[in-house]
Nanobody, 120 residues
Framework: QVQIVESGGGLVQPGGSLRLSCAASGSIFSIPAMGWYRQAPGKQRELVATITSGSSTNYADSVKGRFTISRDNAKNTVYLQMNSLKPEDTAVYYC??????????????WGQGTQVTVSS
């Protein structure tokens, strides 16, 4: 069994900052990649940022220069530092983890989602 727990969403004014966290726990052998996706009302889920176990990162063009993804491999945790937030960043943010379990199965896990609202 693997659990994914997200935290850190909330309401923030335009130009403000938030930090999201996502921790994976359970029967984990390794986590080749972790990332954040978001889904705004009426829109499809889209990639925000991903990071490999070797710290290679990938960002959506819309967040480059404003968001920073990082991870703590020892804690199986990924973070998303969001700065200079805009109203268009408002969405439910989902953590994703590509996990190899202790039984050597490769499974894609998703968090429950955390709401980020950018509004004055």
């Amino acid at each position: 069994q693997v659990q994914i727990v997200e935290s850190g969403g909330g309401l923030v004014q335009p130009g403000g900052s938030l930090r999201l966290s996502c921790a994976a726990s359970g029967s984990i052998f390794s986590i080749p990649a972790m990332g954040w996706y978001r889904q705004a009302p009426g829109k499809q889920r889209e990639l925000v940022a991903t990071i490999t176990s070797g710290s290679s990162t990938n960002y959506a063009d819309s967040v480059k220069g404003r968001f920073t993804i990082s991870r703590d491999n020892a804690k199986n945790t990924v973070y998303l530092q969001m700065n200079s937030l805009k109203p268009e960043d408002t969405a439910v943010y989902y953590c994703n983890a590509q996990i190899i379990t202790t039984t050597l199965r490769e499974i894609d896990y998703w968090g429950q989602g955390t709401q980020v609202t950018v509004s004055s």
